[in-house]
């Protein structure tokens, strides 16, 4: 099976400019996790979505948000960026609903610079 | 509100040598799941391995064991025989009931040769 893939793997944004990254979960995988890794805050979790509901989320500012599709694609938006948004964002795809025993599979992560 | 505390900022093997990666975690809840991850230079993270809270064996992966003590809320990663490519940073992370999943703030392993 194919990994998590995660589109683009780099973007270059300037402030004020808003964002649309994109994450394919493994096939057959429902859940879809978002993280945020910067130096300063290490992994921060973004929200989750499970068949195109979001079931958990973070506590990011309103500039951040997700939908998942049909297929169980996903994708996230960052409006209006500011400089500390610069980080690398990743994806997490697991077969069932979040639970405590489900495995999260990893995508490769988009970094985003923003000028 | 869940807590994982790794107090090992940086940390240096031989190759070849045993090492245990430390990791502490705070939860409420009576269920949970601790997961390890391997973050090398390239940034993709690679799962390692998982331990349940309900779990009485420590769980094993290869070169890979957990030592799950439940009582004092640790649940170390123990590497065997490192190798060069152990070489990356290292996550504890928790998973409670809710879904949500906490990290900590890493272990930068260098395995020296």
Sequence with gaps: KAGVTQTPRYLIKTRGQQVTLSCSPISGHRSVSWYQQTPGQGLQFLFEYFSETQRNKGNFPGRFSGRQFSNSRSEMNVSTLELGDSALYLCASSEGEAQYYNEQFFGPGTRLTVL | ?113
């Design chain 2, 1 to 113: 509100a869940q807590k994982i505390t790794q107090t090992q900022p940086g940390m240096f093997v031989q190759e070849k040598e045993a090492v245990t990666l430390d990791c502490t975690y705070d939860t409420s809840d009576p269920s949970y799941g601790l997961f390890w991850y391997k973050q090398p230079s390239s940034g993709e993270m690679i799962f390692l391995i998982y331990q349940g809270s309900y779990d009485q064996q420590n769980a094993t992966e290869g070169r890979y064991s957990l030592n799950f003590q439940k009582a004092r809320k640790s649940a170390n990663l123990v590497i065997s025989a490192s190798q060069l490519g152990d070489s990356a940073m290292y996550f504890c992370a928790m998973r409670g009931n809710a879904g949500k999943s906490t990290f900590g703030d890493g272990t930068t392993l260098t395995v020296k040769p």
